[in-house]
């Protein structure tokens, strides 16, 4: 029998065209175009929906078409993208990489399998953080196989006018403050929310989310320097499991799954089921294309704790067609021109050093005066990653979406949901 899991991948695999199968990306032999495929998972603001950065290349590039294949789950992205890459076929001309897989990228089985960026004409990866670049190159080497897109600082964004109708402070400024220094204070907020909140409104949307914010500042995760996990004794995991389960066992949240296939949690958003929620940089153009009729009810404010969630590469797979154009590609979509117009639209921090400096003084304008720029730049000064392990990824996908969702929809005791995540690790992860 087929798992639902299984059949999702298929589900991708036969219906997200990419360069490898897409008839009309051999036409530059016929009619002069060549269509470029871009794997994506999320939303990354290239599109018509973000900065529109597609159609611009397109205009300076005439025998040029970009095709963005995109799947908002991104470790059914991720998972399709190995099977793919494992076949050296069906793979997108440009594919991205969220931060969380970069060590499998990287390592042995998939590093062979990517253009080396550090030499490709007029990719500069000195023009990133020295640590984007740094978790994009083969260890023991000089190959780079991704340019940096976006790193992911960590605030929350809230409703003010929620807070307000809650008794509580609403500016950006006054409400970091409640918080500030401790994530267990963040939930004394939602404490103190409870007792007036809305009418339908939970403190904040998720128990998994909460877990994945606080995780986000924390100096050891999933895995140790050497990349060996060490999720099961790693006190940045515990502390912020057992915030989740706090959250997920006395009501804080609206109980969803984010990203979920079936649209509820992009529902909840449009329809202000819920006051916070942990927001990466990426996150605000999420909010934005989810709730475009709640322009201006929405506000960032900087995190209890300074940390990074998120952020992406893009890399370039050998096997496609049209290697020299989708490295041409790539550079200039993740170059500092660029990435300024997506924070500007979208709020993707940029990973391009001179992106980062420029935005710093920049606004998003769906959530009006908030000073965004100042808020994610500064929490990105902040930002001392953690290691990172080949298995970070799968890793978290069972704490969050297994272990916490069952506790937060099921009711599952906090030692049962944590033996499952444990029992899953060990029959799915080789190690």
Not at 60 to 81: M, S
Not at 88 to 113: C, F, R
Not at 154 to 182: H, N, T
């Amino acid at each position: 029998m087929t798992s639902a899991a299984g059949l999702a991948v298929i589900a991708l695999l036969t219906t997200a065209c990419s360069a490898s199968d897409d008839g009309d990306s051999d036409s530059a032999g016929g009619g002069g175009k060549i269509t470029l495929h871009v794997g994506t998972f999320g939303t990354f603001g290239f599109d018509k929906k973000g900065a529109d950065l597609y159609t611009a290349y397109e205009k300076t590039h005439p025998n040029i078409k970009i095709v963005e294949d995109n799947v908002q789950d991104g470790q059914k992205y991720w998972d399709t993208l190995k099977l793919r890459m494992s076949r050296n076929s069906g793979l997108a001309d440009i594919q991205a990489i969220e931060v969380g897989y970069i060590a499998e990228a990287t390592g042995p089985t998939m590093a062979s399998k990517w253009v080396d960026l550090s030499k490709a004409k007029g990719a500069d990866t000195s023009a990133f953080v020295d640590y984007k670049t740094k978790q994009a190159t083969v260890p023991g080497s000089d190959q780079v196989i991704g340019l940096g897109t976006d790193i992911g600082p960590m605030a929350i964004c809230y409703r003010k006018d929620y807070f307000k109708q809650a008794g509580l402070a609403s500016e950006p400024d006054a409400v970091a403050k409640l918080w500030q220094g401790d994530w267990a204070k963040f939930l004394d907020v939602g404490a103190q929310f409870k007792k007036k909140a809305p009418k339908g409104v939970s403190f904040t949307d998720s128990a998994s989310g909460l877990f994945n914010a606080v995780l986000s500042a924390q100096p050891q995760q999933y895995s140790d320097a050497n990349g060996k996990l060490v999720y099961d004794t790693s006190p940045g995991v515990k502390k912020a499991w057992d915030l989740a389960v706090k959250a997920a066992e006395g009501g804080y949240t609206a109980k969803l799954r984010q990203f979920d296939e079936k649209g509820t949690w992009n529902a909840a958003i449009k329809n202000g089921k819920f006051a916070t929620v942990a927001c990466p940089a990426w996150m605000t153009g999420i909010i934005k294309d989810n709730a475009p009729k709640d322009k201006g009810k929405w506000a960032i404010a900087l995190p209890p704790q300074n940390g990074n969630w998120g952020g992406s590469f893009l890399g370039v797979p050998k096997s496609g067609k049209h290697v020299k154009e989708a490295t041409e590609l790539a550079t200039y979509l993740t170059a500092a021109a660029q990435q300024e117009k997506v924070f500007g639209v979208n709020g993707n921090t940029p990973s391009n050093k001179a992106a980062l400096t420029a935005t710093e003084s920049a606004k998003i304008a769906y959530f009006g005066d908030t000073p965004a720029g100042k808020i994610y730049s500064t929490i990105a000064q902040g930002i001392t990653p953690a290691p990172i392990g080949a298995n970070d990824g799968q890793v978290k996908t069972f704490l969050t979406d297994n272990g916490i969702l069952d506790i937060e929809q099921r009711g599952t005791a906090p030692k049962k949901a944590w033996d499952n995540v444990t029992k899953l690790v060990n029959d799915k992860i080789e190690q």
